[in-house]
């Protein structure tokens, strides 16, 4: 699988920073479902905070968007495609959730850590084997999101919070 791992992606100043406002300040969306993959009678749910999304045309969707511009920068982004905020609850047990593709057209993907527990991002191969990438607090993985990939809920945690990035 070809995938990175970038531990301490964020210079800590910043990346506390965008910790407060992602886990104190945001407002939450709930959404019934992780994925499209997932139906609504299977019980995952999870809320997420939408700051840009490329649906046909640039869309900036939250005033917050401007905070994580590093991150673009960090990532020498030449085209965004979507940058979303996620926050799945904590469960009694660890639920896997249905892996995905983000988009069908080739593009990358950066998944980053708000704060470490044992809830994970799951990157696949094509035989369906799976590398279960660790939920660690400043942890960044780069991976091609057009490939399946699926995350996890938690259990030792309030919550797990991650910025998922898409991006040419």
């Not at 869309?59 to 085209?79: E, G």
């Not at 470490?116 to 990438?133: H, R, S, W």
């Not at 938690?154 to 919070?161: E, G, I, L, Q, S």
Request: hydrophobic share 35%; with cysteine; proline share 4%.
């Amino acid at each position: 699988m070809n995938y990175k791992i970038i531990d301490n992606f964020l210079p800590v100043e910043d990346f506390k920073r965008l910790q407060k406002l992602v886990m104190y300040n945001v407002p939450w969306f709930f959404q019934p479902q992780i994925n499209a993959v997932h139906t609504l009678d299977d019980n995952t749910s999870y809320f997420t905070h939408i700051l840009y999304d490329y649906e046909g045309w640039p869309q900036l969707y939250s005033d917050y968007f401007r905070q994580f511009k590093i991150l673009s920068d960090r990532l020498k982004i030449v085209s965004l495609i979507r940058m979303k905020l996620n926050l799945y609850p904590k469960t009694e047990k660890i639920e896997m959730h249905h892996p995905h593709i983000d988009y069908e057209m080739s593009h990358k993907a950066c998944v980053l850590s708000f704060n470490t527990c044992n809830g994970n991002t799951l990157l696949y191969d094509e035989q369906g084997n799976y590398d279960k990438i660790e939920s660690i607090e400043n942890r960044a993985v780069l991976f091609d999101a057009s490939k399946n990939h699926a995350s996890t809920s938690c259990t030792n945690a309030k919550a797990r919070w991650n910025v998922n990035i898409n991006y040419v």
